[in-house]
């Protein structure tokens, strides 16, 4: 009971900032979609410089920007719930539950965007194209991705695990 006298039902509460079974805010759902477009773009945006840079073929570029988009997206998790003191086995269960779906589903639509474009997968980094099809990518990946993610915190997965440590 609260001080009014009226009884709560609190089982449905998962983390806090009202992250109910019922659903998440669109505001929660977009934040935590932005925090793993910042991990994605950078290590995607490494990946395919790095790729582009070395003269490697669409496969090989494609695996490793994808590869460093979970490493920097998990990486940014992990470190945020390392500072609030987790141990570096649990945080990495944290970064785990909270991104892999998140970056699994906007590392797909934005290849698929990349590999989609006509020409964008050979163009050069000085290439207009090659950003342009990058950066729309990510645009189209943020807007898929954040409904994903707002499913999954009303229902205390996905990022909402990482709430429990702010």
Same mark, same amino acid.
């Given at each position: ?5 009226? @009884?709560?039902?609190?089982?449905? @509460? @998962?983390? @806090? ?31 395919? +410089? ?9 496969? !090989? ?12 997206? #998990? ?5 945020? +719930?390392?500072?609030?003191? +987790?141990?570096? $086995? ?14 699994? +589903? ?11 474009? !006509? ?27 954040? !409904?994903?993610? $707002? ?5 205390? $997965? ?6 429990? #440590?702010?």
């Amino acid at each position: 009971m609260d001080h009014t006298g009226h @009884h709560h039902d609190h089982s449905a @509460h @998962h983390g @806090h900032h009202g992250h109910a079974a019922a659903g998440a805010s669109w505001g929660t759902a977009v934040k935590a979609t932005l925090h793993c477009l910042l991990g994605c773009a950078i290590g995607e945006i490494l990946g395919m +410089v790095i790729g582009t840079a070395l003269g490697w073929g669409d496969l !090989p570029t494609m695996a490793l920007a994808i590869a460093l988009a979970f490493l920097f997206g #998990y990486s940014f998790t992990l470190f945020a +719930v390392r500072r609030a003191g +987790v141990s570096l $086995k649990q945080a990495f269960k944290v970064a785990l539950a909270a991104d892999t779906v998140s970056i699994a +589903v906007m590392e797909l639509v934005d290849n698929g965007i990349i590999a989609l474009v !006509p020409g964008a997968m050979d163009a050069h980094l000085s290439d207009t194209l090659f950003w342009s099809a990058l950066l729309g990518g990510f645009v189209v990946a943020f807007v898929v991705t954040t !409904p994903v993610n $707002k499913w999954l915190i009303g229902r205390g $997965k996905g990022h909402a695990v990482v709430h429990a #440590y702010h």
